[in-house]
């Protein structure tokens, strides 16, 4: 078995009550006001930053022209009473709209800022302890296991490497850091699945190092081989693995945590090359991200474990490489979905519904109470809704659920319709589906439309469609960095919250 290729790890978080003698920047929140920024919050911490210290900080960041604007940066040197060299100011905005998710997109924007520091400290823990430990985790985060010599940033230009947060008393928090530092290192686990290259996750050893984690955490796995799927009938898996020769997996991990069962199916197609109906040339370097889903689903339920959640969830995880060669899958073929329902391909590069549906048929038979199944499904999502806004599709208590859960959490999953008059264009003139329609017209509703075919009877299914929010092309912004996401790990994890509290 393969080892896990080390990465740059997030920094430490810890709680503090004073600045220490080794701290290199204090990191402070500036709202902004009529008359100029204000430092926020305004009543904590008063033995560190008195009155004196705030007017004096307050009067040179008015100076550099500091306004307070969300995620605004301004590092000035520091008063000498403080005991740090500098001092850097990240702005919330307006004080009424600051809520959790800006303080975690203002603590990213400082953590991404602060690279070479030793070790910061800062005040916003005054405002959410948990958003400003998550935010400077992820802000922080980096991913380097392939950097050579010449091109690894040097200790000086390394990330943040720890972050401590005022607190009143030595005790307080201790749950919400922990709590914090298992999700934001949950979320960085399925970045680090999505940032490694094809060359290196492929599906055998993309199910080795999922393996690896889950036993390390004490849950249980099976792992099913090309043998294995084959002698169970997991056609659509088989159908989208045969162009490759690295054979295709599938995945399961449990975590036994209570009476309630959660069912987590997540797309793992380590490339997509599209198969036959191959995609054009340019950014498919960027389909090293088509195992999002599964990525988030495997970092969840290691989480949930982490957690202690009292909630059973089973992770159900496909993993193929959809390639074009002579073994390949041809538009026309049709195959034999786990569960014995035909399905004619008319488009190869609709390959993830496919794995997809065989793993939510098998999920299935655990007669769950919730399914949730998690996908970077179709373009459609992103001509839709752009590239930071999920589609939630499925039943329609449990989607709207869902989609509140996830804005709430600041991952802003967006409620969509499945049109009942689109599903008869899913029918095959030969088989009992088609895996597309004939036109483009609501490709991503269709998708869900086909999917929704495999969901078990009376079960609650919630269907997120990631394609652009799970990987990042374009800058950075508030905690998210260039690359995977780990977008929905902390929408998973506001559900099953949210269903062991029931």
Do not use: C
């Amino acid at each position: 078995m393969t080892a896990v290729a080390d990465r740059s790890l997030g920094p430490e978080l810890a709680r503090t009550a004073t600045i220490g003698s080794d701290t290199d920047v204090l990191v402070i929140g500036l709202t902004t006001s009529d008359d100029g920024p204000v430092i926020a919050p305004d009543d904590a911490f008063d033995d560190v930053l008195g009155a004196v210290t705030r007017a004096a900080l307050l009067e040179q960041l008015r100076a550099v022209g500091a306004k307070g604007k969300a995620e605004e940066l301004t590092r000035i040197p520091a008063p000498v009473e403080l005991g740090v060299t500098s001092v850097l100011a990240v702005g919330l905005g307006a004080a009424e709209k600051v809520d959790a998710e800006q303080i975690r997109k203002s603590a990213g924007a400082a953590g991404r800022a602060l690279a070479g520091v030793g070790t910061a400290v800062t005040t916003l823990s005054g405002l959410d302890l948990g958003a400003a430990a998550e935010g400077f985790y992820l802000g922080a985060y980096t991913f380097t296991p392939f950097k050579s010599d010449k091109s690894a940033p040097k200790p000086e230009e390394g990330p943040l490497r720890r972050v401590e947060f005022l607190v009143p008393e030595p005790e307080f928090g201790e749950e919400a850091l922990f709590r914090a530092q298992a999700t934001a290192e949950a979320v960085a686990t399925a970045r680090d699945f999505v940032n490694t290259p094809p060359s290196h996750l492929y599906p055998a050893e993309f199910a080795s190092r999922a393996q690896q984690l889950a036993e390390a955490a004490g849950l249980e796995v099976e792992v099913l081989d090309e043998k294995a799927l084959a002698d169970k009938g997991f056609g659509g898996i088989l159908g989208v693995g045969k162009g490759s020769s690295r054979p295709p997996r599938l995945i399961r991990i449990s975590h036994r945590g209570g009476d309630k069962k959660v069912a987590l199916i997540g797309k793992g197609i380590t490339f997509d090359t599209g198969g036959i109906s191959i995609k054009p040339a340019a950014n498919m370097e960027n389909m090293t991200s088509d195992m999002a889903g599964a990525a988030a689903v495997i970092a969840t339920v290691l989480l949930a474990a982490r957690l202690s959640l009292p909630v059973s969830v089973t992770a159900t995880v496909p993993m193929a490489e959809n390639m074009p060669s002579d073994t390949a899958q041809r538009p026309g073929d049709v195959l034999t979905q786990y569960g014995g329902t035909t399905v004619e391909v008319i488009n190869t590069d609709a390959e993830g519904r496919l794995v997809l549906a065989d793993a939510m048929v098998r999920a299935g038979e655990d007669e769950p109470d919730y399914l949730i199944d998690v996908a970077t499904l179709t373009g459609a999502q992103l001509v839709a809704l752009g590239t930071r806004t999920p589609g939630i599709m499925g039943t329609e208590e449990f989607r709207d659920r869902v989609a509140r859960l996830s804005q709430e959490v600041g991952e802003n999953g967006w409620a969509m319709p499945l049109p009942a008059e689109l599903r008869a264009d899913l029918n095959s003139k030969v088989a009992d589906l088609a895996n597309v329609t004939p036109h483009r017209n609501g490709g991503m509703l269709a998708a869900g439309l086909y999917l929704k075919e495999f969901v078990p009877e009376g079960v609650q299914w919630a269907h997120l469609d990631v394609a652009g929010p799970a990987y990042n092309t374009g800058g950075p912004f508030g905690y998210i960095g260039k690359g995977g996401t780990g977008v929905p790990v902390r929408t998973l994890l506001a559900v099953l919250d949210d269903i062991a509290a029931e």
